[in-house]
T-cell receptor, first 113, second 111 residues
Framework: DQQVKQNSPSLSVQEGRISILNCDYTNSMFDYFLWYKKYPAEGPTFLISISSIKDKNEDGRFTVFLNKSAKHLSLHIVPSQPGDSAVYFCAASLIQGAQKLVFGQGTRLTINP | EAQVTQNPRYLITVTGKKLTVTCSQNMNHEYMSWYRQDPGLGLRQIYYSMNVEVTDKGDVPEGYKVSRKEKRNFPLILESPSPNQTSLYFC??????????FGSGTRLTVV
């Protein structure tokens, strides 16, 4: 039972354009959501997070949107840069600071010059 | 440099031969966790620890053991590895869940 789903295994975007990565979840008790970025041969690195009391959080080129009624979150990257090419994982937890993070399957983003 | 260090990076072993993957963090984090990454399944939590001598099962604990005798170390033990434990393993630590810091991974192959 996949509680956090990333339905697009891959996404290709032109450099300078917007990248939109999507994530759906089934457990309405999830209260905190995170995005991680992973390069080959490295561990995932924390990118941005959002609490369920918010619907948007911004950090530079990265913005995460949360739609609780649709149980959907998305990560927007504007403008996309070649260094953004990586695998992106969304994750969810029941409370902020919880030990247990449930991850999606990941989306491989490729930024084309 | 703040980091989570896993060893070894690559390991090929035979079925049934006990092995340990070490994990150490230098950030004085209380929380530590082990994940495995498999194609199409993302990262799944194996075990986690909230502090010294406090450990609990994650989503896929079968076939694994952990211990947390010191704050900085959280080894993953496979008593009798099987081919279905072939995977990419990540250790992670965090300060009370405020975003995990992950190690570089251990690619394990069990033949």
């Amino acid at each position: 039972d996949q509680q956090v789903k990333q339905n697009s295994p891959s996404l290709s975007v032109q450099e300078g354009r917007i990248s939109i990565l999507n994530c759906d979840y089934t457990n309405s008790m999830f209260d905190y959501f995170l995005w991680y970025k992973k390069y080959p041969a490295e561990g995932p690195t924390f990118l941005i997070s959002i609490s369920s009391i918010k619907d948007k959080n911004e950090d530079g080129r990265f913005t995460v949107f949360l739609n609780k009624s649709a149980k959907h979150l998305s990560l927007h990257i504007v403008p996309s840069q070649p260094g953004d090419s990586a695998v992106y994982f969304c994750a969810a937890s029941l409370i902020q600071g919880a030990q247990k993070l449930v991850f999606g399957q990941g989306t491989r983003l490729t930024i084309n010059p | 440099e703040a980091q989570v260090t896993q060893n070894p990076r690559y390991l090929i072993t035979v079925t049934g031969k006990k092995l340990t993957v070490t994990c150490s963090q230098n950030m004085n984090h209380e929380y530590m966790s082990w994940y495995r990454q498999d194609p199409g399944l993302g990262l799944r939590q194996i075990y986690y620890s909230m502090n010294v001598e406090v450990t609990d099962k994650g989503d896929v604990p079968e076939g694994y053991k952990v211990s947390r005798k010191e704050k900085r170390n959280f080894p993953l033990i496979l008593e009798s590895p099987s081919p279905n434990q072939t995977s990419l393993y990540f250790c992670a630590s965090s300060f009370r869940g405020k975003g995990y810091t992950f190690g570089s991974g251990t690619r394990l192959t069990v033949v």
